[in-house]
T-cell receptor, first 112, second 115 residues
């Protein structure tokens, strides 16, 4: 039973355009969500997070939106840059638990 | 500053052998986590330490897997009687509890191949 789902294995966008990565979750107990970026042969790098009491969090070019009623979150990257090409993982966690539950990831390719 | 380091970076072993994977967390980080990432999957939680004790080991798949953190810093993940299904990248992460419990910093991982 996958609690965090990233249904798009890959996404390709042009440099300068918006990248939108989607994530759905089934565990209604999750109250904190994170996005990680992973380059080949490296460990995941923390990107941005959002608490369930918010519906939006912004950090520079990166914005995460949370729709609790739909159990859906999305990561927007504007403008996209070639260096953003990586695999992006969505993760959820439940208050009091240190365990992150990850999706399978979406491979983003930003073309120059 | 130094990040999370893991050794070895690659390990090839024969089915049935014993392996140890090491993790050096960021200095001062009190929490340490182990995850396993199989091909095409996201990282899957194995075990979490707060200090020297295992606070949550619910992700360990069976009793062939064991982890220790005797001095509250370096951790070793031990796998007995390895099986081909154990082949994966084993990721270690650490976090500084004072800055919030959820921002985990990952190492580069150990790629384990069981032949």
């Amino acid at each position: 039973d996958q609690q965090v789902k990233q249904n798009s294995p890959s996404l390709s966008v042009q440099e300068g355009r918006i990248s939108i990565l989607n994530c759905d979750y089934t565990n209604s107990m999750f109250d904190y969500f994170l996005w990680y970026k992973k380059y080949p042969a490296e460990g995941p790098t923390f990107l941005i997070s959002i608490s369930s009491i918010k519906d939006k969090n912004e950090d520079g070019r990166f914005t995460v939106f949370l729709n609790k009623s739909a159990k859906h979150l999305s990561l927007h990257i504007v403008p996209s840059q070639p260096g953003d090409s990586a695999v992006y993982f969505c993760a959820g966690t439940q208050g009091g638990s240190e365990k992150l539950v990850f999706g399978k990831g979406t491979k983003l390719t930003v073309n120059p | 500053g130094a990040g999370v380091s893991q050794t070895p970076s690659n390990k090839v072993t024969e089915k049935g052998k014993y392996v140890e994977l090491r993790c050096d967390p960021i200095s001062g980080h009190t929490a340490l986590y182990w995850y396993r990432q199989s091909l095409g999957q996201g990282p899957e939680f194995l075990i979490y330490f707060q200090g020297t004790g295992a606070a949550d080991d619910s992700g360990l798949p069976n009793d062939r897997f064991f982890a220790v953190r005797p001095e509250g810093s370096v951790s070793t993940l031990k796998i007995q009687r390895t099986e081909r299904g154990d082949s994966a990248v084993y990721l270690c992460a650490s976090s500084l509890m004072a800055s919030g419990p959820y921002e985990q910093y990952f190492g580069p991982g150990t790629r384990l191949t069981v032949t």
